[in-house]
């Protein structure tokens, strides 16, 4: 899947496109949280998950 993503040109981490550790508070902010689907995050968790993806 990786190797199509690739292929397509597509950001395999959010670095990719410009976001920096410094500017993860703001895109957690930024970020809609749903109530629906199989698990609600948190801010804290949508921040660890941006930090991983840098």
């Given at each position: 899947m990786e190797d199509w993503m690739k292929e397509l040109g597509l950001a395999m981490k959010i670095s990719e496109l410009g976001a920096t550790k410094d500017r993860i508070?703001?895109?957690a902010d930024?970020?809609?949280?749903l109530e629906g689907g199989y698990?609600?995050?948190?801010?804290?968790?949508?921040?660890e998950i941006?930090?991983?993806?840098l």
């Open positions: 508070d703001g895109i930024a970020t809609l949280l698990k609600v995050l948190s801010r804290k968790e949508v921040v941006l930090g991983e993806s």
